[in-house]
């Protein structure tokens, strides 16, 4: 900085186009924008609320209303629930990717984005990749929760990683799915009301909270092929200590279903958005 | 190729609708490499589908554009390399900081964690926030969002920089800086096109302009072009008394050699008048006929004007016209 016209600064910074690196790799790219999303976090910490109370919240309410009338016992029932309220939390939790994209892009911010010369999904990947530490800090936050209230699962603690790896994948694909609705519904409050829509039904008719065997015929059929169970049933045999090949392939297969069904349709509404 | 680059930007019959209603309606515009380029038109007009559709950013419906060479539907990739955009609403994260914002976008375009926080601090320095650096954008006053978010768009020198109304809304010193930063990227090789409501802004800075309406190009050229298409300047007569108007507008209509400007107001009078019109005589001949005048004013056309002259009506803000308001 030689001068102080302002003129000439400007002119100081411009770069020409020989020394213009390669722009980031789709991978990199993606890491970037999951940086931007950490750095959100660190600015605006309130936004960590839904991850920290509301896995308190739920796995309290659910042990103690349902413990002793469905299980017998608080302590028995603990086993059964917390791998399933595990998965809830996470599952509850992953409709928040919508709400912020959404919110992302009211905003320019996405005008930025789309006119940067790096792979176009990479905004959308980074987001779900950041959200997985969000993801993580609401599952760390349920299993010591979980522990404290009894739990123990037969597998130890490299079971509990292992279900914790196949919950996030889950989570991921399916956060492609609250990423297509927001780029579909244009205000935060009809996003909020089709999110629950199809919340609710995903995680209650599910086998989270009580064995299938008590529901009539036809909601087992649809618990069964719930992509929810599939998960939940995946976690709590790897965490009992015997996990079966068969349902873990099948919760990779759900996630693949998942992103290859809204991942490319997420990506069109994406190119599209005006 | 290398030798005699393509212009800027070619395109022929650009369209673009949204829900049936027509935004663009076959927009051609040639723009060639170096200076500054300007699209002026009232709000709702089409410059900004126009931009967004040309920096990639909306698919186009129909028609066809090259940008830098490019053509615009198979090789977005190619132009998102050489092209950026200042959007109209500050396309940054308003909850990082400036630095952070500036480092991100650094390493999107390829630069290493370690010289992107270099090329951000190198950038904030240049465009007056070192101080500001580590506050949040949304604190940021609209001026000092409008720098940063051109300099976001200067990480990698751009071929060729869209800038979306870029002082729409910033006070008269904001509004220099931004003017100033132009010029200096002018200098230094960049294209710029940008938008704009305010035909002293267009005047001062480009050096070809169209004008749009209704999502076409109504007139096309040079400040000088346009100026002679439109009159130089405006005389605005205010008289005491209303009913003086008919008497006064025909001794004026006589001497100016121009019709008056139709207006509701019952006290005033406008002209659109030529450089050499003698408008210097205006007060004393209305004053010798024994009219009182309140107010007299001598002034750059106004962009409603510009439209009169052109298309023979107000542009259609505030006209009352049964045509699509396309946005």
Known sequence: ?274 | MLDSPEPAVVATGLRKAFGGKVAVAGVDLTIPRGGVFGILGPNGAGKTTVIRMLATLLPVDGGQARVLGHDLRTAGGEIRRRVALTGQFASLDEDLTGRENLTLISQLFGYSAGEARQRARELLAAFGLLDAADRQVKKYSGGMRRRLDIAASLVVTPELLFLDEPTTGLDPRSRNQVWDIVRSLVSAGTTVLLTTQYLDEADRLADRIAVIDHGRVIAEGTSDELKALIGQGTVKVRLADPADRRRAAELLTALLDSEPLPRTDPVEIDFTVTGDAPVAEVLTRLEAAGFAVTAFSLGQPSLDEVFLAITGEPSHEDADDSREDPE
């Open chain 1, 1 to 274: 900085m030689t001068t102080v016209q302002p003129r000439s600064e400007v002119s100081s910074v411009l770069r020409p186009a020989a020394e213009h690196p390669e722009p980031a790799s789709p991978l990199r790219a993606s890491l970037v924008y999951a940086k931007r999303a950490m750095l959100k976090i660190r600015h605006v910490p309130e936004q960590l609320f839904d991850v920290t109370v509301f896995p308190i919240m739920m796995t309290l309410m659910f042990t103690f209303l349902f413990g002793g009338a469905l299980a017998g016992s608080v302590d028995a029932y603990v086993q059964y629930l917390i791998p399933g309220i595990f998965a809830q939390t996470i599952i509850m939790i992953t409709m928040y990717t919508g709400l912020t994209l959404n919110k992302d892009i009211e905003k320019g911010i996405f005008d930025r984005f789309r006119s940067l010369p790096v792979w176009r999904p990479a905004p959308l990947v980074g987001a779900l990749l950041g959200d997985q530490v969000r993801y993580l800090l609401a599952g760390a936050i349920t299993m010591a929760l979980g522990f404290m209230l009894g739990f123990r699962p037969e597998g130890g603690l490299l079971s509990v990683l292992v279900a914790t790896v196949l919950l996030l994948v889950f989570a991921f694909a399916l956060s492609w799915m609250w990423t297509m609705i927001a780029l579909l519904v244009r205000t935060e409050q009809a996003l909020m009301g089709i999110s629950m829509f199809i919340l609710m039904p995903l995680v209650f008719a599910s086998n989270i909270f009580v064995d299938p065997a008590t529901m009539p015929r036809w909601l087992q059929g649809f618990v069964e092929v719930n992509p929810v169970s599939v998960v939940v049933t995946a976690m709590r045999d790897v965490m009992s200590g015997s996990p079966v090949a068969s349902d873990i392939l099948l919760v990779f297969v759900w996630s693949a279903i998942l992103v290859a069904g809204f991942g490319p349709i997420s990506m069109m509404l994406y190119n599209r958005k005006t």
